[in-house]
């Protein structure tokens, strides 16, 4: 069993910065596969990006490439997600979740249903 539990989410202005942090219980963090999902009000949950167990490669949504990125320390058992030029549309509840599930490639990642476990979420709010 894999807690997670988000913190770092706030109220930013546009176009600034703000770094999400997931804290994973367990010793296993560095087999899961991490990723970073939101859900905005009235929408769906969607991905957001993503990060193989070793950190050798990344995913992200089309929406955040560029201004985001993903990262993670094992030895912490911490996966990360700086947001920067943040846009009034990336507001959003943002979940972690981890993958037990051996995904190869972005089309894995970006399901839902490929991870087991997930956070409680944070609240990011960007104002214009």
């Known amino acids: 069993q894999v807690q997670l539990v988000e913190s770092g989410g706030g109220l930013v202005q546009a176009g600034g910065p703000l770094r999400l942090s997931c804290a994973a219980s367990g010793r296993t963090f560095n087999r899961y596969g991490m990723g970073w999902f939101r859900q905005a009000p009235g929408k769906e949950r969607e991905f957001v990006a993503a990060i193989s167990w070793s950190s050798g490669s990344t995913y992200y949504a089309d929406s955040v490439k560029g201004r985001f990125t993903i990262s993670r320390d094992n030895a912490k058992n911490t996966v990360y997600l700086q947001m920067n030029s943040l846009k009034p549309e990336d507001t959003a509840v943002y979940y972690c979740?981890?993958?037990?599930?051996?995904?190869?490639?972005?089309?894995?990642?970006?399901?839902?249903?490929?991870?087991?476990?997930w956070g409680q979420g944070t609240q990011v709010t960007v104002s214009s």
């Open positions: 979740a981890a993958s037990t599930f051996r995904c190869s490639g972005y089309g894995c990642y970006v399901l839902g249903t490929k991870y087991d476990y």
